[in-house]
């Protein structure tokens, strides 16, 4: 069986993130690399941090997809550096984010001391008047924000950089 790369990169990208279902780890950006060395189909990804503990069940995905196109030997790589941001998350994967109610992360991280607040949107009714309820949401990637305008509260994937 010849697969092109684009081919192996594609079922990669069938796997989802476990937490967030809708994305995938092509939508996260933390899908790195594809490679094939000899029979073995090497998958590079960088892990979220470590507030979100899905890279065993992503492995196992992986794992999984791959079986099931005729690849029996994968092996997942994981590279640690440069450290996966939240700017690596793709526009589309910001849109399915925010459909499925949960608001994508605005503007981009900064690693200096001083940190730039950006208006936080409510995925309901797009309204920018929100207020962070804390600091943790239902994972540690995400915060949990409440909309002013139409009450609703919501999970805000916290930007990381
Ligand atoms: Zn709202």
């Known amino acids: 069986m010849i697969a092109t790369i684009a081919e192996l990169r594609e079922i990669a990208?069938?796997?989802?993130d476990p937490e967030i279902p809708v994305l995938t780890i092509a939508d996260l950006g933390i899908l790195r690399d594809v490679d094939m060395e000899g029979d073995t189909v090497v998958v590079t990804i960088t892990p979220t941090y470590?507030?979100?503990?899905?890279?065993?069940?992503?492995?196992?995905?992986l794992g999984i997809v791959f079986k099931e196109s005729g690849y029996d030997n994968v092996r997942v790589n994981l590279v640690l550096s440069p450290a996966w941001s939240t700017d690596w998350?793709?526009?589309?994967?910001?849109?399915?984010?925010?459909?499925?109610?949960?608001?994508?992360?605005?503007?981009?991280?900064?690693?200096?001391?001083?940190?730039?607040g950006m208006a936080v949107k409510c995925p309901?009714?797009?309204?920018l008047n929100t207020k962070e309820l804390s600091r943790f949401g239902s994972t540690a990637c995400k915060s949990m924000?409440?909309?002013?305008?139409?009450?609703?509260?919501?999970?805000?994937?916290?930007?990381?950089?």
């Open 89 to 116: 998350m793709t526009e589309s994967g910001k849109t399915k984010l925010e459909a499925y109610g949960i608001a994508p992360p605005t503007g981009t991280g900064h690693r200096g001391p001083v940190t730039l």
């Open 50 to 61: 470590s507030g979100c503990p899905a890279m065993d069940a992503i492995t196992e995905d």
């Open 145 to 161: 924000y409440q909309c002013k305008d139409c009450l609703e509260p919501f999970d805000y994937f916290k930007v990381l950089s």
């Open 124 to 127: 309901q009714c797009h309204s």
């Open 13 to 16: 990208s069938r796997v989802t």
